[in-house]
């Protein structure tokens, strides 16, 4: 039977190998809008990897459109760069592309040295805090040109095809949009005056670049903005780009701004594809799913079930640039997946770095990071089996170390198994998995169920011992603390305690948010329960979210500072937050715990004492390093590194970037 991931398919002149197509993702790893080694290497590595076609960007058409760390096409003077790109894309596999955007009000003042950022309408921006300036018809009609002459300078870099940036709360839905397109001209008004920017843009990038240069543009399937365009705009809208000569359509969802999630782990596999599927019944030419497609077998189904005709897979192809070889030969086991944290890409970003990924150390790093094997071996003994751990041992026995991994529990993973526990964190127990899986494939040796102490590791006698022992919680010195309705978040999401009704959790860090969402699901409809109800319209639509939405339990969380959250990174926090006012757990912060009694917690909050009720005290204060080898592991002059929480208490994306540095280096 043939694979159907694996068929080839056409794309206006080009015939794509397979139905991968990477989408363009900012890396920030431009510099002065000029693409660097890091570009060139980050490309190469996923087009080895075996992805049909890569598109790069976003990539600026002038000089307001982006900013510095963006890739530039908006002069002559880059297309050698753009060359070099399109040349390593091309010589290892894939089919090339470049997206091209402007960011209209997205943009920020201080990336375009200090000038007003342009837009259809002076409406200020939830994203940037900033006004722009409204755009006259002249610069219209400039932008336009612009974008003819940058999609000739990508045809002249020898890319194989253009894509331009239609969605996203970008340049282009600004005008489509009536949220954001004020304007009273040919260019604002009715639905066909509010295309005209896009349809001018597609007209003049045909003028410029030829009738069969292949042209795809990236669109929004559904804004998700309130008064924003409806559904059926976007369906004429992409006729409208077909008919102006679009060779294929990638649908993507939201806008930066939307409050509807749309790229991190709570979002389930393959969810957008009934977009995509909304358009390819309404046009002719090819249509790419995108956004959570992160397994082989949900890119499978939604290609097979006519959901699309391609998919896109971008941060995926970042955790695991040879996703598409291992699906198409059989060993998908070997898989690293996407987990949809955003630590390493989403959030970088905003810290104005350039992307990286918790999955996979090397993305990002592919010359500085290459493995290459040592010439002394060393017999090496890892101690803990968490994300530092197996991440050690991976890399140490790629460099030809002989490793043997110990792990005092019965099973592999440590504290990712926290971390996946709350809703919608599922694929943190993925990563684990694969993790483990690595360990497999490669043949590495793993003692489960074993404490180890000197006497093993004298026994043992190895050359470097790298210590990954993790993290205890913290008890912090409330009097009443050893009451039995005292529990340790820790042991809440392993789900090795019971809690009662009422619930107080002390400590409003990510894993007090955590556990106030997985205990604030009990009681309520799954997603099962809730497809039966609306199918069969058994209740009124609001119950039904409300019976979603609204446990069993009543939920409070006090924090010391004044917000809660604040070690959650940026792409998430905001949805968890979102999350815990719609499932009605209350919050309060600037809030000191006073003591702990049989009726419930006594806290000091501002200047007000009270009594909260509770059946349970749930403590979530932190961790602190567990690490009692190390003195006496230096004693025996043994060389040895430590890892991840076991030194310092951090993120999961520290411990796994730890662990391979440790194993690569040694």
């Known amino acids: 039977m043939i694979d159907p991931l694996f068929e080839s398919i056409q794309l206006g002149r080009l015939t794509l190998k397979n139905r991968i197509y990477m989408p363009a993702m900012h890396l920030n790893m431009a510099e002065d809008f000029l693409v660097t080694d890091r570009l060139v290497n980050f490309y190469a590595e996923r087009a080895r990897g075996g992805a049909a076609m890569i598109s790069v960007g976003y990539a600026t058409v002038d000089e307001m459109s982006g900013s510095s760390m963006n890739i530039g096409a908006h002069s002559d003077d880059h297309i050698p760069g753009l060359k070099r790109l399109s040349d390593a894309i091309k010589s290892n596999g894939a089919l090339s592309a470049v997206q091209l955007n402007h960011s209209g009000r997205y943009n920020f003042s201080f990336f375009i040295g200090g000038k007003t950022p342009v837009a259809p309408s002076a409406i200020a921006s939830r994203l940037t805090r900033e006004t722009p300036r409204e755009l006259t018809i002249d610069e ?68 410029k670049t030829g009738q069969d240069y292949p042209l795809i543009v990236r669109m929004n ?45 709570e979002v389930p596999r393959g ?61 998908e086991q070997e898989i690293v997946h996407c987990i949809a944290c955003a630590q390493g890409c989403f959030d970088h970003l905003f810290q104005l770095k350039s992307v990286e990924c918790l999955c996979n150390p090397q993305a990002g790093h592919e010359k500085d990071r290459a493995i290459v094997k ?26 030809g170390h002989v490793v043997t991994l110990y792990e005092q529990s019965n099973q592999l993973g440590g504290q990712l198994h926290l971390a996946g526990a709350p809703p919608g964190r599922e694929e943190f127990c993925v990563l684990a998995q694969d993790l483990s899986n690595q360990l497999i494939t490669k043949n590495i040796s793993v ?29 912090p010195p409330i009097p009443g603390n050893e009451l039995p309705t005292v529990v340790q978040a820790w042991d809440v999401l392993a789900n090795q305690v019971q809690t009662g ?59 010391m500072i004044d917000k809660v959250g604040k070690d959650i990174g940026k792409s998430t926090r905001w949805g968890m937050l979102q999350d815990i006012s719609r499932r009605n757990i209350d919050i ?63 993120k999961a994306f520290d411990a796994v970037h730890q662990g391979f ?5 040694l």
């Open 140 to 207: 219209i009609k400039q932008i336009i040109e612009s974008f003819g002459i940058a999609a000739n300078r990508v045809k002249q870099a020898g890319f194989d095809a253009v894509e331009i940036l239609s969605g996203t709360g970008y340049l282009l839905s600004q005008f489509l949009s009536p949220l954001t397109n004020h304007r009273t001209d040919e260019y604002g008004g009715n639905l066909e005056n509010r295309m005209r920017f896009g349809i001018e843009i597609m007209k003049s990038i045909k003028a």
């Open 588 to 650: 309060k912060v600037g809030t000191r715990a006073l003591e702990i009694t049989d009726k419930g917690i006594r806290v000091l909050q501002g200047d007000e004492e009270m009594l909260i009720p509770a059946d349970t005290i749930v403590l979530a204060v932190g961790a602190k390093p567990y690490n009692p080898l190390k003195d006496s592991i230096e004693s025996k002059g043994i060389s040895c590194t430590v890892v991840g929480d076991a030194g310092t208490i951090g």
């Open 271 to 331: 969810m957008f594809s009934y977009l995509s599927r909304r358009i390819k019944e309404s046009v002719d030419v090819p249509v790419i799913a995108s956004h959570r497609i992160n397994d082989p077998s949900v890119a499978r189904e939604i290609i097979a079930d006519n959901m699309c005709d391609m998919v896109a897979i971008g941060r995926s192809l970042i955790a695991d640039p040879w996703f598409p070889e291992k699906a198409k030969n059989h060993r």
């Open 374 to 399: 040592t010439d002394s071996p060393k017999k090496v003994m890892i101690i803990g089996g968490g994300a530092a751990g197996m991440s050690a041992a991976i890399a140490a026995h790629d460099r």
């Open 447 to 475: 003692v489960l169920n074993s404490t180890v102490d000197m006497a093993v590791i004298e026994k043992t006698a190895p050359d470097h011992v790298i210590l990954a022992t993790g993290a205890q919680p913290i008890t």
């Open 221 to 265: 399937g559904n804004e998700f903005m309130k008064d924003g365009s409806s559904s059926q705009d976007l369906i004429t809208y992409a006729k409208s780009l077909v008919d102006a000569g679009v060779d294929a359509l990638c649908i993507n969802v939201g806008w930066h701004e939307a409050r509807v999630p749309q790229i991190v782990t």
């Open 501 to 559: 009704k009422n619930v107080v959790i002390v400590g409003g860090g990510a894993v007090g948010v955590e556990t106030a969402l997985l205990l604030s699901e009990k009681g309520t409809l799954s997603g099962e329960a809730v497809k039966f109800l609306l199918v069969n319209q058994a209740e009124p639509v609001e119950d039904i979210i409300y019976m979603a939405t609204h446990g069993t339990k009543t939920i409070t969380i006090i924090e």
């Open 661 to 665: 540095e440790a194993g690569y280096q």
